[in-house]
């Protein structure tokens, strides 16, 4: 066994760590919820319609996937004017795993 086998069982007894992790993960397994995730790892910041446009769906469908995305902590949205900006948070994706080492 490797030396930081009892640290890492330690980590895992972080139950509300392990729950974000899984919610966060759980969020991203919709198809719209990944595309929207991938468009913005590669754009800093992109409005709903042009989102909608490049994932090919609905603004509605994007709007409430973006919602899902935001309440999940993997998103951040600004104001400007009457739209609405989204870009991934930094390192979400890292954080996802990371949370549970502290």
């Given amino acids: 066994m490797h030396s930081n086998t009892q640290q890492l069982k330690q980590e895992l007894q972080n139950n509300e760590a392990i729950e974000l992790c899984a919610k966060q993960c759980g969020v991203i397994g919709d198809t719209i919820k990944l595309k929207i995730c991938y468009l913005l790892r590669h754009y800093p910041e992109l409005n709903v319609t042009t989102i909608a446009k490049l994932a090919d769906t609905s603004i ?43």
């Fill in 60 to 102: 509605s469908n994007v709007s409430h996937s973006l919602r899902k995305l935001k309440e999940a902590g993997l998103v951040d949205a600004r104001r400007q004017s009457q739209a609405m900006y989204y870009s991934l948070k930094k390192d979400a994706f890292r954080s996802i795993l990371q949370v549970i080492g502290g």
